[in-house]
């Protein structure tokens, strides 16, 4: 199994539909992010989390929400989706600042349509 | 702000041939330096890193030297295989980041080689 776990792999939905993607780790991280992936931009930081009381946002938080259930468990909204939210969605998690690795989710392809 | 460079690709090779994908950075002070490589249909994983000047990350014949007074960070492997198709990811963990762990990316290059 993998260590982060993202589902849907894949999701259509319709504009103005709330849609939620969520993730699980079994790494036993406490820091959880979610990233977007667009062609040509790289990955751009939505939410991050150090525990389930600590969220802040990223660079593109507008238009998401985030929820921290668990440890293991980080979740993503989209309130009322809309076609410039068409991306790839990922989870990552770590367990340390500065030098140490980031562990991510296979990815979430999101179309809105 | 901090921020990644790469070269645009896609890039295109023969099998066997030599690779070089540039990156360059911005940042304050001393960041940590990472490549990542995501393979079709999958997440990102981790090919290499360096964290402080003079370092050079090494994995999979792959290796980037922390060129501190380039700002740069060029991944290079010397005989590159079909399998190494891939999308490759330059990125950057810096001392703005303070504790947050947050990552800073390049666009991305992909990587194609052909038999």
């Known amino acids: 199994d993998a260590d982060v776990t993202q589902t849907p792999r894949n999701r259509i939905t319709k504009t103005g539909k709330r849609i939620m993607l969520e993730c699980s780790q079994t790494k036993g991280h406490d820091r959880m992010y979610w990233y977007r992936q667009d062609p040509g931009l790289g990955l751009r930081l939505i939410y991050y989390s150090f525990d389930v009381k600590d969220i802040n946002k990223g660079e593109i938080s507008d238009g998401y929400s985030v929820s921290r259930q668990a440890q293991a468990k980080f979740s993503l909204s989209l309130e009322s989706a809309i076609p410039n939210q068409t991306a790839l969605y990922f989870c990552?998690?770590?367990?340390?600042?500065?030098?140490?690795?980031?562990?991510f989710g296979q990815g979430t392809r999101l179309t809105v349509v | 702000g901090d921020s990644v460079t790469q070269m645009e690709g896609p890039v295109t090779l023969s099998e066997e041939a030599f690779l070089t994908i540039n990156c360059t950075y911005t940042?304050?002070?001393?960041?940590?330096l990472f490549w990542y490589v995501q393979y079709p249909g999958e997440g990102l994983q981790l090919l290499l890193k360096a964290t402080k000047a003079d370092d050079k990350g090494s994995n999979k014949g792959f290796e980037a030297t922390y060129r501190k007074e380039t700002t740069s960070f060029h991944l290079e492997k010397g005989s590159v295989q079909v399998s190494d198709s891939a999308v490759y990811f330059c990125?950057?963990?810096?001392?703005?980041?303070?504790?947050?762990?947050?990552?800073?990316f390049g666009q991305g290059t992909t990587l194609q080689v052909k038999p």
């Open positions: 990125a950057l963990r810096g001392p703005r980041s303070g504790n947050t762990g947050k990552l800073i």
């Open positions: 990552a998690t770590s367990d340390g600042p500065r030098n140490t690795e980031a562990f």
């Open positions: 940042a304050t002070g001393y960041p940590s």
